[in-house]
């Protein structure tokens, strides 16, 4: 039996993927990704990141794989995701990630951020808005000076009648991921 295009199948097939170059695949991949995905306004992208299970090598002395990627939550659809470089972490991937990607008039989140360093926020923040894209981002108790700001602000919004100001509001709930 032959595949399409002559190749036999009983050489190995992945001698044929092993020539592919990732970055290229990986472009192509995220083209057609967008291209089938229904650009809605207000799309919800996630960016997070994730540790393959399974993936440490104790015998090569390879590291667990990590990954980040975009989750498009009403398309169902995962819109690209990187592999973060060896003794690296998410900070470094997220920009090349949202490099890829087209997130005009998207909202993203990253839960991932919500214990990295300030400046590295801001300069991933500034690419999402560079983008045409607004975010939401976690800020922790443990981020002083920035959740005491926050809840000031909030506090002094209340205060002043948020209640009869005009605002969005929407909540999801998800309760396949435990």
Known sequence: ????????????????FVRLDPSQVQNCF????????EQLPGEVVVIDGK????????????????????????NNLTLGQIK??????????????????DLHGCIVTMRSLANRAMDCQQEITQQITAGGADYVLAVKENQGQLHEGIRDLFGGA???GINGMHYDHAE??????G
Do not use: F
Request: zero cysteines; charged letters at 20%.
């Open 1 to 16: 039996m032959e595949l399409p295009h002559g190749i036999p199948s009983h050489d190995a097939s992945g001698d044929v």
């Open 30 to 37: 995220v083209s057609w990704i967008q291209a089938i995905a």
């Open 51 to 74: 540790t393959a299970r399974r993936s440490y090598d104790g015998y090569g002395s390879k590291g667990a794989i990590h990954m980040v990627s975009a989750w498009a939550t009403q």
């Open 84 to 101: 973060t470089e060896e003794k690296s972490n998410e900070i470094t991937a997220i920009p090349q990630l949202l490099e890829m990607l």
């Open 158 to 160: 209340e205060a002043l």
């Open 172 to 177: 999801a709930l998800d309760k396949g991921h």
